[in-house]
């Protein structure tokens, strides 16, 4: 799947995701990752006025699930079992790139990174592991 | 601070919370911990029609936030650096409990878990562990 | 399997762990969890005369694989996917148990948590959360 | 400081890292990062006979150690405060490299990831991410 027909799929399947909180969306898909981005607005921000972590984590899922989806096909019942994330640096407003890489994809697991960057400076604003379950019976490449 | 006392600080500090995302609140305090609640909407549904990974992650994250805050006083200041969330079981719509415990209040680092119950049967759905940190030179007890 | 069994077992299968870095052992094995020790001696500390990370990596990893084993029985294959642990405070030598849960119990994979702490004065010293992966086709209680 | 100088300096400070279990090394340092690496041999291995996950552990730990070294000078006392590991493949003995970036060189904390990579054939084995914490009044170049 290429990044518009993720992104037309999310739209269709998880509504919630910008009816909540907006701004998120697939920007490029290579083979073996992608790249994922928040327009962080004020509705982003947390105290101190900069982006909060949840967006950043939510970042970071939808990435993953992008990384998924984009490689196997429109598959939603994929869920993510682990994600560790570090925050390293603060972010204000305006859009954050998520880079993510697959650094596995198994037959029932997927491992991933993602190395979220504010677009304004390229500065690492934090940095997500995480792993996502495909259940069995799923179209896969691995 | 108690938990009515950390709630309204919450709603002054940090209005994205439940602007966006609403139904997230402290319900208990206690020494070296706290209980975080989250009320389970369609909001916070992904597909497959269970509550999201960015939503149970916004309350293991608050969880910490409300350690901090109801262990040292009213600052907003303190961030998260790292959170690490296992997700176990699928959870319907409903109200979900994140118990807290801290488990190291430091001088400046302050690791948290919290384990993420439905109420209506108990069963953990997810768990998390995670660190605060506390900026220098703010009231701390540790 | 009882705390002897698994005991004797890990003997068997994985003579490497008390060869090299010896003091591993299961103490106890509960419903839902057990109890492993590192009896730390100078072998195991690293500069500043502290309990290693790698040490206490090893006590946390055998907790889940004794986990494992007690609740589904000689299975020498399932492996660790993920471990993440937290260092709270620093460790002189002497035994260090290890409290272990079964967070979840699935077909696949199981979840746990152990907490480490000093037998001299009870402190947590570290904390860590991991996933073991069952291979298809073993035995599994879920 | 060099890779050869961080080994002496290794040799010196943590003896027991290869006294115990022995084959690691830092090969390469690079400004923003650094190579370490293990030969694995029979002594590293698990049930299976592959690489075990305490010895993958070891050797991003010592990644991690060895850019704090690196670029602040002979310095023991910092210590790994966080370490998030995933494993993605078995590994066979032989020589593993740990490819480790600093993606963030705070004032009190060091963020790094370490990428694990079987030399014969180069596929990712494992990925881990990690903090170390650096006390105050220590050398740093952030």
Known sequence: MTAQEVNAFLAEVYPQLNDAMSGYSVVDVVPGGCTVRLDATEAHLRPGGTVSGPSLFTLADIGGYACVL???????????????????????????????????FGRSLVVFDVEMRTCSDGLTVAHATGTYSIPPGQPSNA
Chains 1, 2, 3, 4 share one sequence.
């Open 70 to 104: 984009s490689h196997t096909g429109p598959e939603a019942l994929s869920v993510t079992t682990n994600l560790n994330i570090n925050f390293m640096r603060k972010a204000l407003a305006g859009p954050i790139d998520g880079l993510c890489r697959i650094l596995k």
